[in-house]
Nanobody, 115 residues
Framework: QVQLVESGGGLVQPGGSLRLSCAAS????????MAWYRQAPGKQRELAAF???????NYAHSVKGRFTISRDNAKKTVYLQMNSLKPEDTAVYYC?????????WGQGTQVTVSS
């Protein structure tokens, strides 16, 4: 069993930056692929970025070059550095951990990009 707790969301102006953190509890964090999803009002949840247990990353086209996902296995934490934020990045951001059939979600953190 894995519990995920996100933090770091908030209100930021266009062009600004935020860093989201997702702290995991439980054992075997290192084996999980980790991801950040986001859900904007009235839209479906979408994958923003993921990182495998081996450190391979991939990004949605809309965030590539602006967002960076990373993980610290010793701290059981995954990060999402978000730069050059746009109003369309406004969403609830969810942390996800996956290994085989195991699939865990955090409660989400709100990111609002507005002047």
């Amino acid at each position: 069993q894995v519990q995920l707790v996100e933090s770091g969301g908030g209100l930021v102006q266009p062009g600004g930056s935020l860093r989201l953190s997702c702290a995991a509890s439980g054992s075997d964090f290192v084996i999980y692929s980790m991801a950040w999803y986001r859900q904007a009002p009235g839209k479906q949840r979408e994958l923003a970025a993921f990182i495998t247990s081996g450190g391979t990353t991939n990004y949605a086209h809309s965030v590539k070059g602006r967002f960076t996902i990373s993980r610290d296995n010793a701290k059981k934490t995954v990060y999402l550095q978000m730069n050059s934020l746009k109003p369309e990045d406004t969403a609830v951001y969810y942390c996800n951990a996956q290994y085989g059939a195991a699939d865990y979600w955090g409660q989400g953190t709100q990111v609002t990009v507005s002047s």
